[in-house]
């Protein structure tokens, strides 16, 4: 009996000047583990006269992480956080009751052809930590834990498992592994890992119980533990999963809660330009997304 309990394709998503596929959520599936939303940006060929430009917008209730394969993005926050993010760093923001934030091409790269090409990932907050006082962390590319082993080149981006530990300051029990081959490889890893699990391929195929899957694929698990595939020549797979949590998350557009109420609380918020609520992004103050109107008053 197969060992994936649901195969998802990755759909088109527009956010704001910028296609992206989405992951995560979909109808079928809302959330693996704690992810609850996962974008794949590009890869993306940006002439001189594009750029990325996602103005300051508002966060609660989760954390951010990026890790971009190609390109640059400059991150600025309402913490005052502001610096550039380059492949193979992940930069984890942790909103809490309330964060805002833009994403924008460096200003050196606005008027040259580049790329760009990387992950998006909104990772939800245990309860107890939805109205925590929002923190942000970057880890360079080389304090991520990277290893080989049986000609498998493994990258723990977030999370705990293979007996290593990701910088990266995570909230509850995760995991979000690179795994990079240049020749044909079987991979065993279900002893490691636990919760509910994902595993989507960037590069190449994967081949699962004589079944081969391609890229665009996000492939779910029935058992984390009984995780075991076959991977092509020159392939990249990405896995993540962990503990779900008890209550349900809801998400309205950049909002995650286990309250309704909270996130109601929190549209008015932004809506109103409440900056207690929502500080300004310093560096970035005279321009912001505003709410679409139709989840103003959508419950």
């Not at 890869?43 to 430009?53: F, G, R, S």
């Not at 991150?75 to 193979?88: F, M, Y």
């Not at 990701?166 to 991979?187: G, N």
């Not at 989507?200 to 595939?229: M, P, R």
Request: proline share 6%.
């Amino acid at each position: 009996m197969s060992n994936i309990e649901l195969i998802l394709e990755e759909k088109a998503a527009d956010i704001g000047n910028f296609l992206v596929g989405r992951l995560l959520p979909f109808r079928e599936k809302r959330a693996v583990g704690p992810f609850v939303f996962i974008d794949h940006m590009g890869p993306a060929e940006l002439k001189d006269y594009q750029n990325l430009d996602v103005p300051p917008h508002p966060h609660i209730g989760l954390s951010t992480l990026t890790y971009l394969f190609e390109g640059s993005i400059f991150h600025r926050d309402s913490l005052g956080s502001a610096l550039e993010i380059k492949p193979g760093a992940v930069n984890w923001m942790t909103a809490g009751k309330g964060v805002v934030h833009s994403e924008r091409t460096p200003e050196y790269l606005r008027t040259t052809d580049k790329k760009l090409h990387g992950f998006q990932i909104w990772v939800g907050l245990p309860k107890n930590l939805e109205q925590s006082e929002p923190t942000f962390h970057h880890v360079e590319a080389n304090e991520i834990p990277s290893w080989e082993e049986d000609e498998v080149h493994y990258k723990l981006i977030a999370g705990d498992v293979f007996g290593k530990k990701s910088p990266v300051p995570v909230h509850s029990p995760l995991y979000f592994i690179e795994l990079k081959t240049k020749a044909s490889k079987k991979v065993n890893i279900g002893k490691n890992l636990f919760g509910e699990s994902a595993l989507y391929v960037l590069d190449g195929t994967v081949t699962i119980e004589g079944n081969t899957y391609g890229s665009k694929k996000l492939l779910i698990a029935k058992n984390a533990q009984l995780c075991e595939f076959e991977m092509s020549d020159n392939a990249i797979v990405y896995i993540f999963g962990g503990e779900p949590f008890d209550e349900e998350r809801f998400i309205f557009w950049n909002f995650v809660n286990s309250d309704k109420e909270l996130i109601e609380k929190a549209k008015v918020n932004w809506n109103d330009q409440n900056h207690e609520a929502f500080p300004l992004v310093p560096g970035d103050e005279h321009d912001y997304v505003p709410l679409p109107k139709s989840k103003l008053n959508r419950k």
